[in-house]
């Protein structure tokens, strides 16, 4: 309570000062990327709440084109930071991701309830994501980032990309979004303008009860990376995109690194901690994404 209080206290004194680096960090003249002409497209997501906090505008921009969308959520959702756990709390998580789809519109939500906490790439869930994707046939699929301080994003990535390699029908592009740790600017490669489904992203977010966690940082993010590009919108989300192939070959060549993610690296969740949650070994994270090259 008394940290709670510190950062309010705080906030308006940071707010200026992490508009000003940040506006500078992500400044760019980079083009708006259009979401695609995808008919299936294919949201994983570790935990109920990831995929509206990186890609909900998103997903509202592609069902409103028409798209076929599924969400698959990796983890059971049976943990939580505060400190509830179990079958009630997944119950009640699953129940509030169906209240958010009804703002998001998704066609069918998949749950392979793996433990929270403990999603892990190995035959069984392999072979359930497997069934999964191959029935549905993705030309697009959203899924975390190669570089995230919690190992459930990850390891959710690395399943991802061990089913791929061992799949030959599947074929999909990637686009990878942030959840915990942002991908560094000069990554970001897909530039997707929500500036007419932020509102409803908000709405959406603000539904996410059983969760202690802030979330003004996300958002924020949304507004303060409209200066990579100098297109006209209110707010975007950013993805490095990737086709399937080189996804795998990439996940790969930093599958070594990532035990040291949790220690390495901070949550972005809120506002007036956005500039250390972004520039705590920065460096070392770009690095990491550099090595996935070679």
């Known amino acids: 309570m008394v940290k709670q209080k510190l950062l309010s206290i705080l906030k308006p004194v940071v707010r200026p000062v ?12 980079r083009p708006l990327t259009p979401v695609g002409p995808y ?12 995929e509206t906090i990186g890609a909900g505008g998103t997903i509202m921009k592609h069902v409103e084109d ?3 969308v599924h969400c698959i959520f990796t983890s059971d959702g049976s943990g939580s930071e505060s400190g509830d756990a179990g079958d009630e709390l997944s119950l009640m998580r699953k129940q509030e991701m169906e209240n958010v789809n009804r703002i998001l519109g998704m066609d ?5 309830d793996l433990p929270d906490g403990h999603v892990r790439s190995d035959e069984e869930s392999q072979q359930a994501l497997k069934d999964l994707l191959t029935s549905i046939g993705p030309e697009l699929i959203y899924a975390p980032p190669y570089v995230d301080a919690h190992p459930d994003h990850t390891n959710t990535m690395y399943l991802l990309a061990d089913v791929l ?5 599947l074929d999909p592009l990637i686009r990878l979004y942030e959840i915990n740790c942002p991908i ?3 990554e970001i490669n897909c530039i ?3 500036s007419e489904f932020v ?36 707010a975007v989300e950013t993805f490095l995109q990737v086709d399937a192939s080189e996804f795998v070959r990439q996940a790969e060549k930093l599958s070594g690194y990532r035990s040291s993610y949790l220690a390495s690296f901070k949550q972005m969740n809120r506002e007036v901690t956005l500039l250390w949650a972004i520039f705590k070994n920065h460096r070392h994270k770009k690095l990491l994404y550099q090595e996935r090259l070679f």
């Open 18 to 29: 992490t508009d000003t680096i940040l506006g500078k960090h992500y400044d760019s003249t």
């Open 39 to 50: 008919n299936k497209v294919v949201i994983l997501a570790p935990h109920m709440d990831d």
């Open 66 to 68: 028409g798209a076929e």
């Open 108 to 112: 069918r939500i998949h749950y392979m």
């Open 165 to 169: 390699d061992d799949t030959e029908e």
């Open 184 to 186: 560094p600017p000069e």
């Open 192 to 194: 997707v303008d929500i």
């Open 199 to 234: 509102s409803r992203k908000e709405e959406a977010i603000t539904m996410f009860s059983s969760q202690v966690i802030a979330f003004d940082g996300f958002l924020k993010m949304n507004r303060l990376k409209t200066n990579l590009t100098s297109q006209e919108t209110a």
